[in-house]
């Protein structure tokens, strides 16, 4: 994934582990499929996050897209990244939902940005292990910068014109 999805992606963590606290486990798609804990029959029942960018390397625009990079003028890219939220083994489903919707709302992302998620919507899956769903899409611009090969010496000839 790129450094902005990753940027993104820890925004939405500190902002889950600002709202819940130590007492909820929050995993990324990196160290989840490292420690393997997210596993449906695993022993580990407390409650946890799993925050993961569906299809990072997409870049193709779909109907159903999940990370985009699209160039406007220039340099200038708007990057969107569809995340989802897992939410396993609470309690109470709808208050963690209604957490979430407050939460996840705006994010930082780097040192002085911020940007605000969209498009979220949750869904309770699975009345048996508790899931819970959270789906919120995010934009910001970016800019690429080139490296421009800077000229070493400019030198000027003076011509002498004869009538």
């Known amino acids: 994934m790129g450094k902005v999805t990753n940027e993104i992606i820890a925004g939405v963590c500190t902002k889950l582990f600002d709202e819940f606290g130590e007492n909820c486990k929050i995993y990324t798609e990196n160290s989840a499929r490292k420690q393997g804990r997210l596993d449906s029959k695993s022993p580990l029942r407390e409650p946890n996050f799993y925050v993961s960018c569906k299809s990072p390397a997409s870049t193709k625009r779909v109907k159903d897209r999940y990370f985009t990079n699209t160039q406007l003028l ?3 890219y708007l990057r969107s990244a569809s995340l989802c939220v ?19 709302e705006y994010i930082p992302v780097g040192k002085d940005v911020v940007i605000r ?20 899409n995010y934009e910001m611009f970016v800019y690429h910068e080139e490296e421009k090969i800077k000229m070493n010496k400019l030198i000027r000839e003076e011509t002498k014109l004869w009538h």
Not at 86 to 101: G, I, K, N, P, T
Not at 117 to 136: A, C, R, T, Y
Request: hydrophobic share 40%; net charge negative.
């Open 74 to 76: 220039g340099n200038r």
């Open 86 to 104: 897992e939410c396993r083994w609470f309690e109470d489903w709808q208050d963690v939902l209604d957490r979430l919707f407050l939460c996840v």
């Open 117 to 136: 998620g969209n498009s979220m919507q949750g869904e309770h899956v699975d009345d048996k292990d508790e899931v819970l769903n959270f789906f919120v």
